[in-house]
């Protein structure tokens, strides 16, 4: 018996297992438009047996990307790019999900294949310009990167009209998860953290004044997603160093989220303050998901170093949390979830193949019943052929 492979359903939507892919920038858009290079990527995890696959973060307006190869959803144009894969995703059985975000200081910066730094004459050459950017309050990420304008009344509207027109695109393309990105010290995180921070209005002062932004966009997208898909929304559960946001912080951004209507929190933490304070090995981030998980009526996704079935087998079986997020791991295997429901014994005895893609399982479980008369392979054997 494994948990891992139970479905989970969320408002009225089932994932097939409690795996998802993580949401990661693959930097290979063009003018936030997705390419086939983003069908073939996603799809493979659809393919690969996800229960749940989340697209990267997706820029709600060009000067929210990170860089210049980011997906986004600030016009209608790049709906059909996105809906295309959302179908293929659900067509092969993958609950399809999206994350939709704004880079705020960390905006304007070399796709990381390039350097991972500020943008360069070479990038400025390849068309790659920066362009001013925007934070809670003007404090440049660290040395080498681009000093943020404080966001002011009318970014602030701009920023919540950006959030509301993107997350209607993304219904429009047929998503049945968005996922709100607060964490990695991006726009949103910005405003939620004491040491980015600094603004003495409404938007800032106490805990109640840096959730402030963050709630507002998710109460506006609670009313635009339909009532029966989920909202999830990432945090960084700590800043990278203690004296930034704590997990209380984010018990208490948690609850509020609750009171709005919010589904699920993917359990995140780091992007402000280096180096890294907390443990960080192994399953790192799943105490995170623990908290979120036991001290409010949320679910939660735990995401961190989870690199094995059995692991990820442990986390959902203690209860610590309903899903786990799969980032390097799946990148190296994309079919992470197909053999882990084979390692935690999950799968069909009689047809093991069951729930890969049909094309190809129907084929592997009458090549499995072959290979099942024919006894384990030995050298012997062939050597004897
Ligand atoms: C190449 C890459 C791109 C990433 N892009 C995003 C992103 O778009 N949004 C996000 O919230 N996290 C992003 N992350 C973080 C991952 O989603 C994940 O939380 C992190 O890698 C830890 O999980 P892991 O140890 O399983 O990789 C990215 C990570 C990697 C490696």
């Known amino acids: 018996m494994t948990r891992l492979f139970d479905p989970f359903t969320i408002r009225s939507t089932t994932l097939r297992n409690r795996l998802a892919l993580s949401p990661m920038c693959q930097y290979e858009a063009e003018d936030g438009f997705t390419t086939p290079y983003h069908l073939v990527h996603y799809g493979k995890f659809a393919l690969g047996g996800f229960g749940m696959v989340m697209i990267e973060a997706t820029a709600v307006s060009p000067e929210g990307r990170i860089t210049h190869g980011d997906v986004g959803l600030w016009k209608d ?3 059909g790019g996105l809906a295309t894969i959302a179908s293929f995703l659900k067509r092969n059985g993958a609950t399809a999900g999206i994350q939709i975000g704004h880079a705020g200081p960390k905006a304007a910066m070399q796709r ?3 350097g991972d730094g500020p943008l360069t004459q070479a990038d400025q050459a390849r068309g790659d310009h920066p362009w001013q950017v925007v934070s809670a309050s003007p404090l440049a990420v ?4 681009l000093l943020p304008t404080e966001l002011d009344a009318e970014g602030i509207a701009k920023v ?3 959030f509301a027109a993107a997350a209607r695109r993304a219904l429009t393309a047929g998503f049945d998860v968005l996922e709100l990105h607060c964490a990695h010290g991006y726009l949103l995180n910005s405003f939620l953290s004491p040491i980015t921070n600094l603004r003495t209005d409404e938007y800032g002062v106490d805990r109640a004044g840096r ?3 963050p709630l507002e966009i998710a109460r ?3 009313a635009i997603w339909p009532e029966d898909k989920p909202l999830f929304v990432r945090i960084s559960a700590v800043d990278g160093t203690r004296s930034g946001v704590t997990i209380d912080d984010s018990v208490a951004f948690a609850k509020e989220l609750a009171l709005i209507g919010i589904d699920a929190i993917d359990c995140s933490s780091g992007g402000i303050g280096k180096p890294y304070e907390y443990p960080n090995g192994y399953g790192y981030q799943v105490p995170f998901a623990e908290r979120i998980k036991s001290e409010t009526d949320l679910r939660a996704m735990a995401v961190g170093l989870i690199v094995d079935p059995h692991q990820a087998e442990k986390v959902v079986a203690s209860g610590h949390a309903d899903l786990v997020a799969i980032g390097r791991e799946a990148l190296r295997e994309p079919n992470f979830a197909l053999r882990a429901e084979a390692a935690l014994g999950a799968a069909n005895h009689d047809s093991p193949f069951d729930s890969w893609p049909r094309q190809i399982g129907w084929w592997l479980n009458h090549r499995e019943r072959k290979i099942r008369q024919l006894g384990p392979w030995s050298a012997n054997d062939e050597a004897a052929a």
Do not use: H, N, S, T
């Open 220 to 222: 506006q997208l609670r």
């Open 160 to 162: 919540l009209a950006d």
């Open 77 to 79: 144009e790049q709906i």
């Open 142 to 145: 660290g040395e080498g990167w």
């Open 112 to 114: 990381p294949y390039y």
């Open 211 to 213: 959730m402030k932004l």
